[in-house]
């Protein structure tokens, strides 16, 4: 998961409502075909700061680039 909002709509807050599709599209995906977790590679640390306030954590594999949230607990979250 990558998504991004053009320049010209930053702070309109449609980069929630993008994270929020992809919430709530990964735990109905998730009941139908078991997947954990949801994983994206922030492109700098100003988005990095964004996941990481949304839950998500980096990787034991790849802590520098990649990051992470399960879908238990965007769950137990009400998504």
Known sequence: MQPAVDLEYQGQGLAK???FF???TA???SE???CACMIT???DDGVRAFYRSWG???TPFDPNRSMVVRIKDLQQ???
Do not use: T
Request: proline letters at 5%; zero cysteines.
């Open 17 to 19: 409502s993008l994270l």
């Open 22 to 24: 992809a919430f709530r």
């Open 27 to 29: 735990v109905q995906i």
């Open 32 to 34: 139908q075909i078991g």
């Open 41 to 43: 590679h922030p492109l």
């Open 56 to 58: 998500f954590e980096g």
């Open 77 to 79: 979250n009400g998504v």
